[in-house]
């Protein structure tokens, strides 16, 4: 039987760092310099920023997702405000109540479609405005990439920009899998954020290779109004910045972002390519960015599990539905030895 060789389909996260970033931190740990931000480093990263998203953005780093999710918010929503998202969104699901702790703020779950929030579900929802008895709708949030994979197109994003004009609401974008999204819809960044109406941003750099680095993007430069005082609040203000902000402006600059995000992608779709002739598992979702869902029997998981780790997404009654994420690192052999894995421990049965 095949054996795991150290790269595993459970996350993103548990990827290394891109040699790069490494690289670029090592040239940025010389001498002193200011700290708080008040570096040439994180000028140039704001700079990069600019480049990719248009000028008059702000952007602020920080330290992880669930800090930039909720500091994001937080700038759009009060206590009495909600929050409309997916029953999937990782601030739904997976972020332990620190949107309603930490902002106070409401979250409003509607049924996703293949992972997606759809305007047709989204707009009975929204109700309640200028009644003092009921929460007040303030904030759309998605994720793209989906929790499930799946990714946005730009008509699904500008369908769901037009709610929220028309509703007076504002556009969040969860986007600690942006760069998937990019390389699998072949646009720039701001083809899909800034220039269909999102307002702020959440965008992910550790899933893609950063070390502990993200950061939040105003794309409405208005919502940063008081916004270093959040954040300082919120114990994300780093003291050595310039390590956050030189990862940055390496990955934007360089096109790392797009290689490692379109290899990532492209090993997902190879593993879906591989596996799908399997008549015991079903992909349970479009393949669309770096992730692979699939129902197998569940006898067959815990086998697998032994030699080779990931996640069962949500367990059923004669099958498990199966998370396994591809990472900047993921190879052919290990798609192609995970592959025959399954092939060879279902023949055993």
């Known amino acids: 039987m095949a054996l795991w060789n150290g790269r595993g389909f459970a996350s993103d996260n548990n990827s290394g760092v891109l040699p790069e970033i490494l690289q670029a931190i090592a040239e ?14 994180t000028e140039k990263a704001k700079e ?16 992880n997702g669930t800090a930039a999710n909720v500091l994001a918010l937080s700038s759009c929503a ?49 109700e309640g405005s200028g009644n003092q008895h009921h929460v007040q709708p303030k904030v759309i949030s998605i994720s793209q ?49 800034s220039e269909i109406g999102v307002d702020v ?10 070390l502990g680095a993200e950061a939040v993007v105003f794309l409405n430069s208005n919502l940063a109004k008081d916004f270093i005082y959040r954040r300082k609040q919120g114990m994300q203000l780093a003291s050595k910045m310039r390590f956050i902000a030189v990862q ?32 015991e598992l079903e ?11 699939a129902w197998l029997p569940k006898d067959l998981v815990p086998i697998l599990q032994k030699q080779v780790p990931f996640y069962i997404w949500r367990a059923g009654e004669k099958k498990d539905l199966v998370r396994w994420m591809m990472s900047f690192d993921t190879t052919k052999e290990d798609v192609e030895t995970f592959a025959d894995l399954i092939k060879e421990i279902l023949s055993q049965k």
């Open 28 to 41: 940025a740990n010389i001498n002193h310099t200011a700290a708080y931000g008040d570096d040439p480093w």
């Open 48 to 63: 990069a920023f600019e480049n990719h998203f248009g000028g008059g953005v702000e952007v602020y780093f920080v330290f």
């Open 78 to 126: 009060r206590s009495f405000e909600s929050i409309y998202c997916t029953d999937l969104a990782h601030i739904y699901e997976d972020e332990c109540g620190a949107p309603e702790r930490f902002i106070g703020s409401k979250l409003i779950s509607i049924e996703n479609e293949n992972g997606k929030l759809t305007p047709h579900k989204l707009i009975p929802k929204i």
């Open 145 to 193: 990439t989906t929790e499930v994979g799946t990714v946005y197109t730009l008509e699904e994003l500008k369908a769901l920009s037009r709610v929220a004009r028309d509703q007076g609401l504002y556009f969040h974008m969860d986007g600690a899998r942006i760069s998937n999204a990019a390389a699998a819809l072949g646009k720039t960044f701001r083809e899909f954020t």
């Open 201 to 210: 941003l959440s965008f992910g750099g550790t899933k893609c290779g950063l």
């Open 248 to 279: 940055f402006t390496t990955f934007l600059t360089e096109q790392l972002w797009l290689k490692n995000a379109l290899h990532a992608n492209q090993m997902a779709s190879y593993l879906e390519e591989k596996v799908k002739g399997i008549q």
């Open 283 to 293: 992909i349970a979702y479009p393949v669309e960015a770096n992730g692979v869902f």
